[in-house]
């Protein structure tokens, strides 16, 4: 594939004439809508803003290369516009950008693509050739300058498997560059950095991870020869390779703009020393930057869910195939009350089923905090989120409180590393093997015990006695409020005092309260898995692909299969669900439901009073959440 395969002569305009970088952005994403490639031009066209609020596109000398990776992109495409009078861009150099290329990428896992991109993004560091195109008086002529340079130059990762031999130097450099995309600005670091090496004379190896993966990897051997190591990242490096070398990192835009200034620190060995057990594993500190507080705690909270998620759906189908089995093989309305709390563990097989499945589970929380921690402070916060998140599944707080054990394992050990780099040496070198995990879990012990848990313990109290309270007052008030329960927290002292109070009716004799509560934890992941389907934008591929499997937990009264949507973006999930749930209890005990059993979901519709009314309220509680989702959630940033 060459670079003009890629561009259509409707993308194309000679005579650009934004005043704004805002203008300019939607000038050239209007063109790149004309190549007839983009299916939703607002979607493509917030995804191209939220790129450059992540870090500015404009590299320097003139240019700006925005690019947007979403599922808006039916075909990979290029868009150009050359600014005759220049527009401010807030370029790495501030000056006015006088050309732009906007590259659109589709999100799927063919990436024949890529490499083009990353070529073309390479070529426009040639002052030769980005001039030429400036001067183009055709579409046709701006065509044949593409071309020509397409044929004559090779790629960049052709080119940095040449390098020379490090024989030739007695200094020997790498590099790393990664940029969120892995699309332009990876390349662009490492043509900087390649030709800041040539112009001193040394030796350089560059590693790029770009969206088509890692390329011209570095040997374990080169690593140990290397004089210093430059890190030019703003995503996910593996760093525990270079423990004990001199190691410079930065964001990936100092390696297109400060190359010759990282070249000079590196030959100087201007560098601190790496420890892998007390630094960062993925992306460089500096790295942080590119991106706001918001779109940190996003990150790291999205590792916590994605490694959680296999554990739910794993775990959440057996639990229901567990409640199947017993709904065939056994008569409900032969069993007493007793017998039905024991509802899934009734016959061998279903117990079977639900022990595995309950197994499964009880992983949920400790991943979920373990790995919000580990990426924040790397592997030795791993083990002090886990045990805050199994302090969290085995006491009140639940899911809320796993949420907030894997943050504070998180800074924990970000404060043992600065307390531990004022320790002697011998000291600090232990510290990962004794002085992390030991004061790490202590203090995290200490922090659940006396904050996290004594506040949703509070909580949880308050509420029950505030339940009882109101026992007596309007049915459909309490329905609102018992449904809304179950879904605030799915699991947490919310869900759980609501669920508490359903049972402890049962054994009272009032059948309506329990029908309320499970109707309202049935809710939210069935309202999940039809947003899912009919909002494709508002959910990542994982979730898209994640999403169906929530009918069966949801109909199977398993609420936790809505957590990993809920923790990815509690802000708009948890209102949507709160609202759909807050209706189907409501509905529930106006249709005057009732339930003699304390879970099972629709694998119990025999022995639910008024099943009919039953159904239509999870309907309507289903509809309305999935609805609200649709409206609230925002459409994914697909990276």
């Not at 990192?249 to 070249?263: F, H, N, P, R, T």
């Not at 790291?300 to 759906?313: A, E, I, K, R, Y």
């Not at 309320?516 to 909002?535: D, K, N, R, Y």
């Amino acid at each position: 594939m060459r670079i003009t395969d890629l561009l259509d002569k409707r993308s194309i305009s000679l005579s650009g004439t934004p005043k704004s970088k805002s203008e300019a952005l939607d000038q050239v994403v209007e063109l790149m809508v004309n190549s007839g490639k983009i299916n939703d031009k607002e979607a493509y066209r917030k995804q191209v803003y939220a790129r450059e609020e992540e870090s500015t596109t404009g590299i320097g000398e003139g240019i700006a290369i925005p690019h947007g990776k979403c599922d808006a992109v039916d075909r990979p495409g290029l868009a150009a516009m050359v600014v005759k009078d220049g527009v401010d861009f807030d370029s790495l150099d501030g000056e006015p950008v006088t050309l732009i290329f906007l590259i659109a990428a589709p999100n799927t896992e063919d990436n024949v693509h890529l490499d083009v991109l990353s070529k073309l993004s390479v070529l426009m560091m040639d002052e030769d050739f980005s001039q030429a195109l400036r001067g183009a008086r055709s579409v046709e002529e701006f065509l044949a300058i593409i071309d020509k340079a397409d044929e004559e130059k090779a790629d960049i990762d052709e080119r940095l498997q040449d390098t020379g031999t490090a024989e030739a130097s007695d200094i020997k450099i790498l590099a790393v560059t990664s940029c969120p995309t892995g699309i332009a600005h990876t390349y662009m670091a490492a043509e900087g950095i390649e030709k800041a090496a040539k112009e001193k004379g040394c030796f350089v190896k560059i590693e790029t991870r770009g969206a088509g993966g890692a390329k011209n990897v570095l040997t374990q051997q080169e690593i140990s020869e290397a004089h210093c190591i430059i890190v030019a990242a703003d995503a996910q490096v593996p760093m525990e390779r270079f423990d004990g070398k001199k190691v410079i990192q930065c964001q990936v835009s100092d390696g297109i703009s400060k190359a010759g200034e990282l070249l000079e620190r590196a030959l100087a060995g201007d560098a601190p020393v790496y420890h892998a057990a007390a630094g960062s594993r993925g992306t460089a500190p500096t790295a942080g930057k590119s991106g706001g507080p918001g779109h940190k705690v996003y990150t790291q909270l999205m590792n916590g869910v994605s490694h959680m998620l296999p554990f739910v759906v794993g775990g959440g189908i057996l639990i229901a195939l567990a409640f199947l089995i017993d709904g065939i093989c056994v008569d409900m309305n032969a069993l007493d009350l007793a017998e039905r709390e024991n509802f899934g563990t009734i016959t061998p097989v279903a117990a079977w089923f639900k022990h595995l499945g309950d197994t499964a589970f009880a992983f949920m929380l400790p991943v979920l905090a373990g790995f919000i921690a580990m990426a924040i402070g790397d592997r030795p916060a791993l083990a002090v989120g886990f045990v805050g998140g199994m302090l969290a599944s085995a006491g009140h707080s639940g899911f809320l409180g796993a949420l907030a054990a894997g943050f504070i394992g998180g800074y924990i050990i970000l404060l043992l590393r600065k307390v531990c780099d004022r320790l002697p040496d011998f000291l600090e070198k232990i510290a990962p093997v004794l002085i992390y995990p030991l004061a790490g879990i202590l203090l995290m012990g200490i922090a659940m015990s006396f904050v996290v848990e004594p506040v949703m313990g509070g909580l949880n109290t308050a509420l029950n006695n505030g339940l009882v309270s109101m026992g007596g007052t309007s049915k459909v008030i309490l329905g609102i409020i018992l449904g809304g329960m179950m879904a605030i927290d799915m699991g947490g002292p919310f869900n759980k005092a609501a669920y508490v109070f359903g049972t402890a009716a049962i054994a009272a004799g009032n059948y309506d309260i329990m029908a309320a509560v499970m109707i309202g934890g049935m809710t939210p992941p069935c309202a999940i898995a039809l947003a899912s389907l009919l909002f494709k934008k508002k959910f990542t591929k994982e979730e898209r692909e994640s999403g169906p499997t929530n009918f069966i937990m949801g109909l199977a009264f398993i609420t936790e299969g809505a957590i990993p949507f809920a923790a990815s973006d509690p802000l708009h999930v948890l209102p949507a669900c709160i609202a759909g749930s807050g209706v189907a209890g409501a509905m529930s005990m106006l249709f005057h439901c009732t339930l003699m059993a304390p879970h099972g979901g629709i694998f119990v519709f025999p022995v639910v009073g008024n099943a009919a009314g039953y159904a239509a309220a999870l309907v309507v509680g289903t509809l309305v959440s999935a609805g609200l989702l649709g409206v609230l959630k925002k459409n994914v940033e697909n990276q």
